[in-house]
C-alpha cells in the first residue's frame, strides 16, 4: 500500500496542486479591492429640487469621500439657466497620501484642481523687446581703402 501511494497518489497530488491558479500579492490585493468596491456606501446624502439643482455627499468603505452640487444660475445672455456643478472628491491612495481633487463645470468650461495634477506653465514675463544691434560704424582710413581697392 505505502508503494502505491507514493508511486501514484502522491505524484497525481502534487500535479493537482501545480495546477491550481495561484494567488499572488497583486492579485490578492486587486480580489481584496474588488469585494471592498463591492460594499455599500458608508454613508450617503443627497438632495434634489424640482428645477434640477441638487447636492450628494457619500464615503465608500475605501475612504473615497463625494460631495458635488449643481444649482442654477441665469446664462450670459439672461434668457435661461445654465447649471453649474462643483465638488471635490478626495481619497488615500496606495503610497497612504490623502489626494482631493475639486472640480467645476459651468459657463466658463471644465475646470479641475489638485496638487497631485499637472498644472500649465506660468506665462514668462514680458522680455523688452529687441532691436537689432546696430554694427559700429569704423572711421574708414586710407589705411582701409588701400585694403579693400
Known amino acids: 500500500m505505502n508503494k502505491f501511494v507514493l508511486s501514484f497518489i502522491f505524484p497525481a497530488l502534487m500535479a493537482l496542486a501545480s ?5 499572488g ?11 471592498t468596491r463591492a460594499l455599500p456606501a458608508l454613508d450617503y ?7 434640477g439643482q441638487f447636492a ?7 475612504g473615497i469621500v463625494v460631495s458635488e ?8 445672455k439672461g434668457d435661461g439657466y445654465v447649471l453649474i ?16 481633487t475639486k472640480f467645476t463645470a459651468g459657463i466658463d468650461g ?21 532691436s ?7 572711421p574708414i582710413t586710407p589705411e582701409i581703402l588701400r585694403r579693400v581697392g
Request: hydrophobic letters at 35%.
Open 19 to 23: 495546477a491550481a491558479p495561484s494567488v
Open 69 to 76: 452640487r449643481g444649482r442654477l444660475v441665469p446664462n450670459l
Open 110 to 130: 471644465n475646470h479641475m484642481e489638485g496638487n497631485h495634477l499637472p498644472t500649465t506653465p506660468k506665462p514668462i514675463s514680458e522680455a523688452p523687446a529687441l
Open 45 to 51: 446624502e443627497e438632495v434634489r429640487d424640482e428645477f
Open 85 to 100: 456643478t462643483e465638488g471635490e472628491i478626495s481619497y488615500i491612495s496606495d503610497d497612504g497620501k490623502t489626494y482631493v
Open 132 to 138: 537689432p544691434e546696430q554694427p559700429e560704424s569704423v
Open 25 to 35: 500579492p497583486i492579485q490578492g490585493r486587486a480580489a481584496e479591492l474588488a469585494a
Open 56 to 62: 450628494l455627499r457619500y464615503i465608500t468603505a475605501e
